[in-house]
């Protein structure tokens, strides 16, 4: 079955530690994305990325990080810089910003709480 | 910057009746995209329906449609003969053509009432 995994589904992290969450997806898309969703808010973009070896800034980019070395896979850390990490962090994924619709597919999600 | 306001926190409604989600939008741009997201219990976010800005007629997909209202930067969800499955938060979104970016409104919570 093609889809996005996320791993792992929960994380804790001390205070001043960095970690990095995985994003994986088997539906040969060239985009891939990372969210941030805060309780009574809607999704915030941290950071994107269109093709391998390339990622640009979203909007709430400080204190993160990511890398795209290959193309099924868009790992997250989240930097000691980042001042308020507890979050729910979705990725996500989609066919090519050339593609009409552009429609973004979601992973599961990974809930991260910093003690 | 383009923003997408949700202006119900939360919406109930009995199972089998119909529910309408306000959702509307700010942009100066002419070629864009809708969508609406329906996020339940286990958080995985699905897509519901899709809409182009070009193109007049509102989409629908099974008992989910929209009211595209582009003058008027409305972009509405209503769900007909609504199931216990359908509870969820439900998100809007916007994405200018060519852009990859997609903005999120801040959710609707849906409940549906047995």
């Given at each position: 079955d093609g889809g996005i995994t996320q791993s792992p589904k929960y994380l804790f992290r001390k205070e001043g530690q960095n970690v990095t969450l995985s994003c994986e997806q088997n539906l040969n898309h060239d985009a891939m994305y990372w969210y941030r969703q805060d309780p009574g808010q809607g999704l915030r973009l941290i950071y994107y990325s269109q093709i391998v070896n390339d990622f640009q800034k979203g909007d709430i980019a400080e204190g993160y990080s990511v890398s795209r070395e290959k193309k099924e896979s868009f790992p997250l850390t989240v930097t000691s810089a980042q001042k308020n990490p507890t979050a729910f962090y979705l990725c996500a994924s989609s066919i090519s910003s050339g593609s009409s619709y552009n429609e973004q597919f979601f992973g599961p999600g990974t809930r991260l709480t910093v003690l | 910057a383009q923003t997408v306001t949700q202006s119900q926190p939360e919406m109930s409604v009995q199972e089998a009746e119909t529910v309408t989600l306000s959702c509307t939008?700010?942009?100066?741009?002419?070629?864009?995209?809708?969508?609406?997201?329906?996020?339940?219990?286990?958080?995985?976010?699905?897509?519901?329906?899709?809409?182009?800005?070009?193109?007049?007629?509102?989409?629908?997909?099974?008992?989910?449609?929209?009211?595209?209202?582009?003058?008027?930067?409305?972009?509405?969800?209503?769900?007909?003969?609504?199931?216990?499955?359908?509870?969820a938060m439900y998100f809007c979104a916007y994405r200018r053509s060519g852009a990859q970016k997609l903005v999120f409104g801040q959710g609707t919570r849906l409940t549906i009432n047995p």
């Open positions: - | 939008y700010d942009t100066s741009e002419s070629d864009y995209y809708l969508f609406w997201y329906k996020q339940p219990p286990s958080r995985q976010m699905i897509l519901v329906i899709r809409q182009e800005a070009y193109k007049q007629q509102n989409a629908t997909e099974n008992r989910f449609s929209v009211n595209f209202q582009k003058a008027a930067k409305s972009f509405s969800l209503k769900i007909s003969d609504s199931q216990l499955g359908d509870a």
